[in-house]
């Protein structure tokens, strides 16, 4: 058996080790490392109740305005980051509360700073007394239709949400 050179040696370790980690590595090419996997989060940028659509296509921020009774539902990309226009001009949400159930109509807002309009907005608002002192209430959205896919019987909590991660 041949002896090597120190040189020889680290060449040698160093060739087998690139060949060993080079080995894992998902399929872009990115090394995978055995770090535990970060949970998927998004952040509501106006600090509201995100409310999932589907396996994350889309998402309803829902935001109250407790002294007023209003609550607004902005409709947002998968990621929560670039605001999605939709057609319909009004959804409904029923929240059980104390027991009961009570009906919110969404309606379309239009903005003429952004050119939205009634029937191609992300914005939507109710209003009800009974949001000026119900801090809490389990809800289904009925039926949203958003860039031709329909969601329907969506179940969420506010202020919680649904997003299960």
Known sequence: MAKLSAPSLA???LVAV??????????????VTAEVPHKHEHKPPHGGTPVVLG???????LVADAAAGKLQAFVFDGELENFIRSSVPSFEVTATVDGTPRTLVFNAVPNPA????VGDTSLFETSADWLKT???FD?????ITIRGTTFADVKF?????NDKD
């Not at 952004?114 to 309009?117: A, I, R, V």
């Open 157 to 161: 909590n506010f202020p919680k949400g």
């Open 114 to 117: 952004t050119g939205e309009t």
């Open 55 to 61: 396996e994350e296509v889309y998402h309803v921020e």
């Open 134 to 136: 119900t801090r809490a």
């Open 139 to 143: 809800a289904t959205l009925k039926s």
């Open 18 to 31: 690139m060949i060993l980690s080079g080995g894992c590595s998902d399929r872009h090419g990115t090394p």
């Open 11 to 13: 060449a040698t370790l």
